[in-house]
Each structure stands twice: as C-alpha cells, then as structure tokens.
C-alpha cells in the first residue's frame, strides 16, 4: 500500500519497451535525432496546434526553463501559495529566472482566487521602477490539492493577466490527469485556455523520468533561448532519444489517457474508503490525490498495517494513487481501515 | 561510420538489461533507493575510499555543480582553454556558480601546462578584493584533446593548486578511457591525485545517461549544499532508481572498462588507418578519441563514403570511437582511404 | 510643503562642511583612509561594541549586501509583506543572492506577527531538501508603517529566529528615528535584540549619500565575503572618504539624534492636525511617518494647497517630515486643512 | 609624490561648490529632479546627439550595468585580457549580466589585436547552442596601459563586432584623458566610432563620485531594463541631485577637459623624468597614466623619498597623474631620481 507518491511507482513496460527498441544504431544527440522530430509532431497532433518542443528529465526543470523565458530578472511571477514552483523546486524559478519575485497567491483547494490576482495586479503595478512588475503567471493544472481547473476557470485567470502582458505558464505535471477527470481535451487545457507555455510530465504517470516544455503561438519565438538556457542548466541531454521514444510510447494509443485514468479512477476508490471509514475528504478529488483530515488512531492503525502516505503542512494526509495501484492495494486499505 | 561523438552511440544493452530489472515495484524518490545505496557501496569499493554520491543525468549539470560548491560566485575557476566547461557547456558553470569567472589557461595537448598554472596564481592573488581569487582547478581526463594526464601529471598541478588553497574539480566524462590507456587504478587516477571531486561520465560510455558527482576526503561535507543545488538545478531526478541502475550494471564485472578499452582499440585503429594514409596525428591518442590534419581532399573522400567526423575549431578534425564501434566501421574507413 | 520623502530632503549643512573639510590632499582608496578608519571606531563607541564595517551610498545595497552574507542562494529570508525588501527594491535581495526566495509575512501596523513567524518556521523546515529553509529574518525599525519595534518585541522575533539557526538582519533606513521615539540606546535596538547585522541609514536622515553596514558578534567574520560583494556590486566607492566624512559630521555630537528627533516631533505635529481635522491615523506614529486615511475631498484640498503626499498601496496616505521640515510647512498643513 | 592613482586625488572645489549650491529645498528623488534634467540636456549638447542618461557613483557598477543590457545570461562579453572589468572589477559583469562570460583577447598596449577580434569571432560562432555567442564588445579607452585608441582603429574593431550583431560598450573611466590627447571630439570617440553605451566617468577626474552611463542611437530602447537594473543593484541613488551637480559642474566650461589636460601634462612630464633617468617607458603616454621598467634599486630609492606608486603585475611600475598633481610633486620625483 504505497501511496506516498505518483513518483515511486515503477514505469510502465511499454515505454521501457519503447526504449529497448530506440537502442538501436546510431543517433543525433541534443534532440536533433528522429524519434524527437517524429514526436514533435505527434505532440502538434494531440494538442491540435504548431508547437515547439523541449524534452527534460525533470519537472523542476521544465518548469524553472519555462519561467525563464517568460520573467526577466528584474520581473514577478504569481502563483499559488501552495504551487510547486514555490514549496517544492527549492527555489528552482528564482535560480533559472535570475532571481525573479515569486508572489504567492491565495486561494482555497491551491485554486488561485481570481480576487487575490485582481489585488496584486493592483499592488504591483507595471511601472513602478521600485517594485518587480508581474511578468508571468503559473497556474497548475491537476494542482497541488488535487483539484482541476474548468477551461472557464482558467481563461477568467489568464485572460485578466494578459490583459496586463504577463505570460501565461501551466504546470501540466499531472496535466493527463486533469483531461481524464474534465473529459477536455489537450487544447482546450492549454493554449485555448491561455497557456503560452506547458510543462507536460509523463514522469509521474507512468515514465523513468520524460518531461516536455511545450511553447504554444507566438511563445514559440522563445525556443532559441530555450534551447540555450536548457544546454546552459545541464538540462540538454545528449541522448535526447531515450527520453523522446518514452514520451512516444506514452502517447501512443492514447495510453498516457488510460494511465491517467487508471490512477484517477483508484483514487476515487480510496477517497471513497476513506469517506466510509469516516474520515472528511478536503478537497475535491479532481484526479489521483486525496487529501484527507484523519483521526490521529486512525493513521496509526494505517501506518502499522503498511500504508505509505504523507503528512501535509497544512494537517491533512496525502493518498496518491498510480497507474500501478492494484486492486490489492485498495482492498488492503479497505481491510487497514474496516480492523 | 559514425565517428562523430561517442554520444551517438546507442546503450549497452547490460544497461538496459538493468532498467528492466530495477522497474518492479515502488522505490523511494529522489536518491532514497535501495538501488543508488547499493551504487554508493560499489563505488567506495572501485575507488577504494569513502565517498558521497550525487547522480544526474548529465555531465554538464554534474561539473556545473561540483564546481558551484567548490567555487564561490566571487572567485574563480582555473581550467584549460580547451576545457569542456569553458567551450562548450554554454556557461553552466558561470551559471550554476552564480557568476563566477572561469580563466582559461593554455598548455599543449589540451593538458594545462605548470607554468601557465603559475603564472595564473601569482597574477590573481587569493588577497586582492578587486579580483576573483583562485578558488578551483578543473582538470578533464581524459581531456578534449584525448589525451591523459598521468597521476604524477595532476599531482603536480593539484599539488601546486592545493598549495594555493584552491579545490580541485576534475571532469571524468571520459574517465574510464583514460584509466584504461594508463593502466592506473580508480583511485590513483582521482582522489590519490588531488581530486576533492570527481565527475564520472557513464554516458559516453555505454549509458542512456547516467553521471555520478563522487566528492572524497573533506569534500564529503559540501553534500548537503551539493543536494540543494541538485534538487534547486532541476537535476534531483524523482526516479532516481533508474540511474543508479546503469551505473551499477556498468560497474559490473568492470563492464565499464572493458568498454573503453574497446573504444581505445578502435581508437587506436582509426588513427594507424589515417596515419597510413598520410594524415597527421596532432594529438596523442590516449583514448577514443583522434585528432588528425586531413587534406581537404581527403575530407571531402571520407564524407562522400559516409564517414562522420567534426571539424575541430583549431583546424584539425575529430574522430571518435566508442564502445559500439564495429570492425566493419574500421575496415570501412581503411576501404574509403584506400579509394 | 514636501510630505514626500525624507529622500527629498536637502542634506545638513554640517554634513556637506565635513565633506569640504574631508576633501584636502591625498587618501588612500577604497576605504582604506583615514577618515572611514575614525568613523569606524566612532562607531564602536555609539554602538559599545566591537564592529566591523562597510559604507555604501546606498539603502537597497545596504540591505542586499548585508543579506547576500546572511542567506546562501538556496535558502529563504522571512521579512514583513510591507518591507522595503521585498516591495520596493526591485528584487535586490534577490539578485545579491542569488536567487534565495522572500517569504512575505502577516502582522499589523507591518510588524511581523510572532505567530505568523512560528507558523513559517514550522511551514518550512531545515532539513527538507525539497524547499528553501529560512536562513535569515530581516526586521525593519522603524518599520515601513512608521512604528517601532520595542527591545521586547524584538528578542520574541529574534529569539525564536535564532532558536532555528536563523541570522537576523535589521533595515536601519529610519534606525535614529525609532531610537529617539523609543528613548532606547543603539545597543539595545542593535545587537542587543539579537541583530547580526544593522543597515543603519543615514541618507534619510540629512545625508547626501551614506549608509553603513554593520556586523556585530561573530557576524564579523562575514567581512571579508561582504567586501568581496561590495566590491563585485560597484558599491566599493574608490573615493569612500566622502561617505565617511558625512557619517563622523552625522554622529557628532548626537547630530544624527537631533536631526531624527525634529522629524519625530513634526511628524507627531503633522498627525495632531490631520486628527483634529477628522482623519484617522492608521499606525502609531513612533517616527517621522503619518499614516492616514484621508477623505477624498480633504485629499483634494490638501493637493491644491501644494501639500505633497503619497497614496499608499493600502488606501491611506503617506506623510513623511524630515529635519528640514519647516514650522512653515507645519502651519500651511494646518491652513490648508482649516480653509 | 603620490602617484598611486587618480582615485586617490581629491575633488576639485568646483565641483564641491556646485554640490553646495544644489543643497537648498526639496528635490525630486531617484533622478526626476531638476539638475539631472540639465545635466542629459548638456550631455546631449558635448556629444552632439540625443541620449539616454544614468547616474551612478561608481565606475564598476557603470560598466557591469551597461554589460548587463548589451548581453544576456548565456552570451559572451569579449574584452582585452587587461581590460578593468576581467581584471579589476571582483566579476561585476559575470554577477550582473547573469553569468554571462568574459573572453580575454591580447594585444599590445592593452589595445585588442583586430587579428585576435577575428579568430574570437571565428571559434566562437553565433549559432552553436553548446557555447556562449559573442554578444558584446567591451573597448576601454583611455584604456588600462595608458593609450588612446584612434577613431578608426575603434571603428576597425566596432565595424567588425557589429557585422556580427555584437553591441558595444565603452568604458570611458578615463575619457576625457583620451579626448584630451587625440584632439578628438566627445562624438567621434564614443557614437561615431560605435560605441553603443559609454561609460563617462569623472570620479578620476576631479568628482567625488560621479558616472554616467550613456546611451547612444538605438541603445536609447534600454532605458527601462536599465533604470530596472540600477534600482535592482542599488544603484539608483534617492538624493540624484548630487550625482548630478557634479557632473554639471565639471562639464562646465570644458572644466572636464581641463582636468584631464592638466593630468595628461604631468604624466608626459613624469614620463620625460623617468626617461632621463634611464628608465624604460614601456606604452605609449597617451593619458594621464605612465608605465615604466624601473630597476630595483631606483624603485627602492623613489619609495623611500616618498614616491607613491603601484608594482603592476606585469613588472612595469605605473604612476598615475590627477588634476591635482603639483609641479612640486613633480620636482620631487626628479630630485629623487637626481638624488
């Protein structure tokens, strides 16, 4: 009963396979081989758009790349209070910007509130040369409480900082999972809904380590540098194809959609265990996290009978589940929860 | 005949072999597997001494960050003109270091020539505020000339370093080549030499991609700042179990060194093959990589026959061997001379 | 009538004699004459302390220098969400160190609340990879809104920052100003309440240009680092005599409490008449700086009487006094309000 | 006899006076004030053109300011190998552009070989993503040996760097030295010779502290980064009126030009002393500054009549000449030398 993180959940045998067939010969490195070229456009295909393509291993990464390009130094970044570019990439946005402002937002179930954006448009004006103007805006999508987005939700976002020039960044880490749960598809998610850039991991729903940074419109003029600050931060892997060929196989067949699902679906199960067992579910199960305010007994009694979850910050206990839960796993927190 | 670089090569299939293994159940995130603990254990044995160990998936992120906690953002970086880290990693470690000052020195073969390294030390002095002291050396071996410094080689330049306080960082991205053409141990070659770290390149050498940041001796204490940056950079993998596993099935058997010696044998090849010919050879060849004066002509023969090598900045043109280099390749270069 | 800024304010007479007297013959550069050698043990004296020292002409310098030595590029500064820092330096802090991230924090009158303290430190451990660990707290006296800080309330904050390992920082711009209000000595409100380092400001105050850094206790081992970023900043002046010279004339004789001490009592004269007019002050005034919220139409009339103000973030107006405020400018004040 | 350095000389009175009549009533702060507006009017008027005007009071933070909008993070700034900033400036431009990297190129007399311009430009192409591009030309002029670089060798070198789209900064410390003794005029030694930003300082010519960063033709667009950036490094004084009064004051009536006249006098008569003497002069005196082989034993016998000057680390001694330099101080080095 591993539900610590999407994270440590082994990858799926079809992009391991994907990579057993990709070690074959010679190839371009840099992401100037075949399988990159022919995923690029398999992703234009998906996303109903011209896109530009930049492949890491990590999500951290693509997002700091991303906000990179989007904030000067001397600019401002607005996110969530609880978003991941801010809690958890240790300060990876500030490092790759050059030391641009992360301003935390608030908002209930990690939803950026659309007054709380109004109010710091209005406090960070963008002329005053004594404050870092916002120049982007972050928004997550699963986010960090597990909820999603609606399309009408983000475009009230990011049509209001657009209408002050900030650049529009989505944190797509669990990107399959908010499609599955809306039934949107992947444009609709993303540029229809304002994003100039998306970060799309495939690393927590089923790949060793894929993550595509995405440029959508005219955010595609950034690719060049892109590519320069991704050679630059050790992020240009020289053999770009291992990571293409798992993104491929991911792909394909729309299995990143079926994996996606499967854990959503889990998830849905375990909040439904946890509800039963009378425990108060506090945010929306949106996708493949449940966020659950648990009786002290009651994660004693979890944990002695070897369920992994963790401990948030803010009270709660986070269950995760993956495309590798297994019917034994729910059955065994069923069992945990019925002794 | 692709002798462009040693990263076009495709993986062992040992290494994959080994990712298929390892992709079985949930494995604790971010370096926390059993997997990179049994690598740390295999490492301290081939190195004979106690080590901390930092996986990434890139060489350019790994010197960028050995050097960032080896070199304050208001010091500077002692290496060769020819150094990877000056020419061609964009800046990482400028980058990663916070904007220290990297001073190229000169030296034939690639290999950082004594006086030169003096001369440095007295011109910057470690006292005057109004320049970035000495902090580090980094020293490539096998270096971008293919050539190998010997222990006694390095120990006089670390020694001379050391005597200046300086730390001394050296880029391993083609290590085993040069303990293969040395004869020399792991630790003779590393931390017996001077190395308060070293970056060990898999990559080149039969990984998807796979390099290890090994700090010896004292060095050991920057580990937590080194993870900080790591996870900070982007380049603290979640799925961490997947480098480690190459790494320790490159390790296997010194599978690692039986691959460079193949890359070696091939090396030494092409370059009894262009030197028949009539071409020059402007390098030692110490490892697997050659570096010839070709006639236009017969750079112009060699492409029409489908041979791929780069033209080195200095005019000369670089061939590269790996671990995949077959018989056919070799005896194809010698047919295409031969016409 | 010039309600601006104390930073609109001409310098002292005394201060620019001190210059004139200071510009005879030769003296060594960059801080190394005579006069910044005096200045600094006159320094020691107002503070009873061993220091060291560093002059800049700069307030935001100041407080990024004195923090890029508090706080590596990885970890986290907690400061007020009013603080100067963080609103109105463009990201200095940022910048000098290199990317550490601002953790803006809750407290009314912009004091930090103890309990907003405790919950960041409990919020964001040290020892978490994943996220940037509080490394300094900085705390403005007088603060942004105009009020002090008590010794009292001071140790509670520092206390508890330090309890945790964290370096504390004091943005001194309007240091004199709150030590007058307070009847407190420079120790008490300095290193006695637990600061490692005190930007002490004295261009606020009747200067042209001169603020100085100082490091008390075993922060004085930061000096060598913190010349190194002076210096790397542009911010070692080759002529440091001159800022030396206002800051021994500011000192003497207790110029500099004088100066703080008119201020004081116009700003408390300011808020008696915008009172009596029916205005509500929204701060203490323990300093030269009135907070206020104003009708609009009382707005209005103040403007078209010449009364020059800010309009504050908040929806109060800002009113500033100096030492060169005038019983003049007191009185039109009065007049403009009476009409 | 202190020849150390034009740093060390103090400010002419002109200039204190002007600082003085400035010091009356309430200004503007952060460079909206009335005296600044003058001054980029006059400045306009010197160099014949419309510009954009910066004030600092620092040399260092001028230029790495100016570098910092002319290349970005992961560009390549070429300068001479004895050029202030690789040499004299602790990284000021790597810490404010970013990391960018500097590339020290030789030449005799501290001038740029065109031939070394031309193998930079050649080894480190525009379009290689796993290198920096040269994206700045940085021209010291006067530069750091003494000499003055003619309008057509600057356009030799500018013309060049621009075929390549490289911008061009200039760092005029010594300006008004090399106007002085080329007979040029403001424009054609800084815009018309390519100079896309000047950095004009006065510090070393008579101010207390006072530099301006000009912007020429298209460069004007920078405005806003740069006034972002010189907020962001503390570089944007409250009190600018002072910086400004300066400048004025040493603009008027050519008194620039005077100074410098003055201070390039005594260096040709320093140099004629020195030759007398036996000593060789080892650049040509085209300023304010002399550089000579001296024996060891005459360098012992001038320090201890009381000769002030600096070893440089080339093994040539340098004495430096400043408005102030008396024909006293002037005999006294011949008597010394005589003696």
Redesign the interface.
């Known amino acids: 009963m591993?539900f610590?993180?999407d994270?440590?959940?082994?990858?799926h045998?079809a992009l391991?396979a994907s990579?057993?067939a990709a070690?074959?010969?010679?190839?371009?490195?840099?992401g100037n081989d075949a399988i990159t070229t022919e995923l690029k456009a398999r992703l234009s295909e998906v996303f109903a758009t011209d896109l530009e393509l930049v492949l890491?291993?990590?999500?951290?990464?693509?997002n700091?790349?991303a906000l990179s390009v989007l904030c000067?130094?001397?600019g401002?970044i607005l996110c969530h209070d609880e978003a991941h570019i801010h809690?958890?990439?240790?300060?990876?946005p500030?490092?790759f910007?050059?030391?641009?402002?992360?301003l935390?937002l608030a908002g209930e179930h990690a939803k950026i509130d659309p007054g709380e954006l109004e109010r710091a448009l209005?406090?960070w004006p963008q002329d005053f040369?004594?404050?870092?103007p916002p120049c982007a805006l972050s928004i997550s999508n699963l986010n960090e409480s597990g909820c999603a987005y609606s399309p009408t939700e983000l475009t009230a976002l990011t049509g209001r900082a657009k209408s002050k020039a900030l650049n529009i960044h989505f944190d797509g880490a669990r990107f399959a999972n908010a499609l599955v749960s809306s039934g949107e598809s992947a444009a609709s998610m993303s540029w229809q809904s304002g994003a100039d850039i998306l970060c799309l991991g495939a690393?927590?729903n089923g790949a060793?380590?894929a993550e595509a940074i995405l440029l959508f419109g005219n955010a595609r003029r950034h690719l060049p540098?892109l590519?320069?600050?991704q050679?630059?931060?050790?992020?240009?892997?020289?053999?770009a194809r291992?990571i293409a060929a798992q993104m491929l196989a991911w792909l394909h067949d729309d299995l990143w959609l079926d994996l996606a699902r499967a854990a959503n679906t889990s998830a849905a199960e375990i909040a439904n265990t946890l509800r039963k067992a009378g425990a108060e579910i506090v945010h929306p199960v949106d996708g493949n996290e449940v966020f659950v305010r648990l009786d002290v007994e009651v994660a004693r009694q979890l944990r002695s009978a070897g369920a992994?979850f963790y401990q948030w910050?803010d009270g709660s206990a986070r269950f995760v589940a993956s495309w590798?839960t297994t019917d034994n796993d729910l059955k065994a927190l069923e069992d945990a929860l019925g002794g």
Do not use: C, I, W
């Open positions: 591993n610590l993180s994270t440590t959940a082994p990858a045998p391991l990579l057993t070690n074959s010969g010679y190839a371009a490195s840099y890491t291993t990590s999500g951290t990464a693509s700091a790349l000067p130094p001397h401002m809690r958890d990439e240790r300060g990876a500030e490092f910007s050059g030391g641009a402002k992360l935390p209005n406090q040369v004594h404050a870092p690393t927590k060793l380590g540098e590519q320069a600050r050679k630059r931060s050790g992020h240009m892997g020289p053999k291992y992994g910050p590798s």
